[in-house]
């Protein structure tokens, strides 16, 4: 396996902890492969298996409900 295809094979898991999101939308609006969405008035995470590892939804959450890990 090539270095490319080992690259290709990481996931990342982003998870919304609950009880921190305040349902500002910001991860909805700047994630650009749609990992999230609103479920009521908190976001959620609708497709994890697109997530690239960005992070931008991460730095863009204000009160530090989204993680992003390896999997």
Do not use: H, R, W
Request: proline letters at 4%; hydrophobic letters at 30%.
């Amino acid at each position: 396996m090539t270095i490319n295809e080992e690259v290709l094979k990481m996931g990342y898991n982003p998870v919304v902890d609950q009880d921190k999101c305040t349902g500002c939308e910001e991860c909805v609006d700047v994630c650009p492969v749609e990992v999230f969405e609103m479920d009521g008035d908190k976001s959620s995470v609708a497709q994890p298996e697109e997530c690239l590892g960005c992070e931008s939804c991460v730095e863009v959450c204000e009160s530090e409900a989204i993680t992003v890990e390896e999997s």
